[in-house]
């Protein structure tokens, strides 16, 4: 008998012009009944351009629940991020992907006797959407988590977390020194100079605190032994907002451990590697034996003194008492530790975004993770416990799955088992979709467009056959994605239609990130027709000014021309009424035949719908507006002035002050909206204008004068 679960109805309010059509409505009922009738794992087998976003969004307003919402990467992150953000502005919609821009982890190669050190890149302002994530969980029953699938690696615990936040209130005993001990407890700085997030600094009775996932300070009053006041505070300006009766502050970092847990950890951490120490000895490898002493001895004073070391979480394990081989504690840990706090919520759902891509990397991420870490245990670089700092076993993944719905539109083997198959065979062994109480459809995009009309062509002539469609679809002011096998191809490819008067680009994963961005946003903004790449042009990328995808090879039967990859890359031309795919092939392999078998059926579908009600197909603008929640006025507005004060010499002293002001507020804005390329062309603009004011601006002597 299946379970019934009770909702918080409410909770959720979604905002958005849409109504659901198309199949919209059929799916999201069907997926909330099946949600409250206790299904444990549905699949939303959704075709580009039907929005499965909204979709999505529907069925946690209807349920009431919270979700968490896995993407295969930051990018598609950053996206749901946006638009979640918009359906949902008075709820919590949180974000966690890593927080390394750049990330070498340690690793040691015994062929060359070659230690490579970590080296990483910590991006200050994800790390403290990470912490504002964890804090929203623990306080707000609405949250709403969009998170990468770095997401199951360890975090450390939530219950430590939680229990070690420090309540402030008004009337309490607390003396300047015992709060000032709590902070530092809690991974706080103390920064009487610069007052920034996750720092405090002590101002006579006052206390200043600044806590990471939060947009305003607190101030303390402390009188003596007891708390007088307690005031939110602007951090910039230095301007007190108004009293409040009580306050909680939560941890500034996720890995903090009482004194007796540390305590406990360092007894624990010195008995592991004398034994450690003892083996390594006994197998005659003295020189990994003084290696492993000299550095674990190094870390247990850092940690007996400050509580902390660098690659702490190496000793996790220790510091929060799990037996050897215990799994981590994660993100999804801090979903279930709600329960007692949120007893009416009923749980809480996960939704896995392109599960294809998602759920391999899922599955085999702790074997990458830990062949790593063998190697230095090995050799004498990390104790055993290291072992223990790792991502889920995918078997512990699918023991913490709540209610989970697949999304896709090509889903993978493992999401089709779960949805009891949902599949079968024609007579020719192509594989036909076919829905099951487990399998939901959104075949019928509420704009009417259909999936694109896909034709082949020999190979034969080819460059000259895509030219002349190229030219074709840039008269018509469209788009076009090329699809080659190689890199070497793609940059050929490009400078080909260049010397043709074609104005082309490549991308491939030899770009660095920035520069990736960059050639989109070009491509985007129409600045150049045609667009090459290789396998990062399926999944995501959403630009319905693509009227003609070109496929190269497309009989090279492989990955990067599976059946699943041919049906996302089509997608690609789904979003213009005049979109179009052609594979360049000399013979028809299966998964052409299947990946045309499926795409003929939804198109059927799709016409049978339109014809039906009366439809007229229009091409969909939502993606590209959707994109611009990343892309601020700033660029249009403070850039450009800020450009035209520089560009027209010095302007008036009385102006930098308050022209310093609006770029900084910009510049945060910026990177509170996760436009990093906006908030660091602003922040080299705010270095020159702030040197031009000392340049320009009168001595202090005769400013103090022109003041007075």
Known sequence: MPILYTFCMGVFKLESPFRPAGDQPRAIARLVNNIENGLARQVLLGVTGSGKTYAMAKVIEETGLPALILSPNKVLAAQLY????????????????????????????????????????????????????????????????????????????????????????TGARMSREELTRLLTRIRYTRNDISFTQGAFRARGGFIDIFPPYSHTALRVLIEGVTVTAIHEL?????????????????????????????????????????????????????????????????????MAQAGYC?????????????????????????????????????????????????????????????????????????????????????SEFEELMPRTVFVSATPGPYELEQAGSGIS??????????????????????????????????????????????????????????????KKTAEDLAAYFLEKGIKAQYLHSDLDTLKRVEVLKQFRDGEFDVLVGINLLREGLDIPEVGLVAILEADNEGFLRSETTLIQISGRAARNVGGEVILYADRMTGSMARALGEMDRRRKKQLEYNKANNITPVSITKASAMLEEFQLEAKKSGLKVLHTALEGGAPDFKNYPALIDSVERQMKQAADNLDFETAAELRDRLFELKEMEVKFTPSRKKRKKRLT
């Open 310 to 394: 660098s690659g702490i979480e190496n000793y996790s394990r220790h510091i929060s008492g799990r037996p050897p081989g215990a799994r981590p504690l994660c993100l999804i840990d801090y979903f279930y530790s709600r329960k007692d706090k949120f007893p009416d919520l009923g749980g809480f759902l996960m939704f896995v975004d392109e599960s294809h891509v998602a759920m391999p990397q899922l599955r085999g991420m702790y074997e990458g993770d830990r062949s790593r870490k063998q190697t230095l245990v090995d050799f004498g670089f990390r104790m055993p416990s290291a072992l223990d700092n790792r991502p889920l076993k995918f």
């Open 234 to 302: 602007e951090p910039v300006t230095g301007d007190v907002m108004g009293g409040i009766g009580e306050a909680w502050v939560y941890p500034g970092k996720h890995f903090v451990s009482t004194d007796q847990e540390m305590t406990h950890a360092l007894t624990a951490i010195e008995r592991e590697m004398e034994e450690t120490v003892a083996v390594l000895k006994g197998k005659g490898k003295l020189v990994e034996a003084q290696r492993l002493e000299q550095r674990t001895k190094y870390d247990m004073e850092m």
């Open 425 to 486: 065979r024609n007579a020719s062994g192509d594989k036909i979709y076919a829905e099951t109480d487990n399998l939901v459809e959104l075949i019928i995009r509420p704009t009417g467009l259909v999936d694109p009309p896909v034709s082949i062509h020999p190979t034969k002539g080819q460059i000259d056959h895509l030219t002349g469609k190229i030219a074709e679809k840039t008269r018509h002011h469209q788009r076009t994605l090329v699809l080659s096998l190689t």
């Open 82 to 169: 946006a638009e979640f953000k918009a359906f949902f502005p008075q709820n919590a919609v949180e974000y966690f992907i890593s927080y390394y821009d750049y990330y070498q982890p340690e690793a040691y190669v015994p062929q060359t006797d070659t230690y490579i050190e970590k080296d990483a890149d910590i991006n200050e302002h994800i790390d403290k959407l990470r912490l504002k994530t964890t804090t929203s969980l623990l306080t707000r029953p609405d949250t709403i988590v969009i998170a990468s699938v770095s997401c199951i690696y360890n975090i450390g615990s939530p219950k430590n977390f939680e229990d070690l936040c420090v309540h402030i209130k």
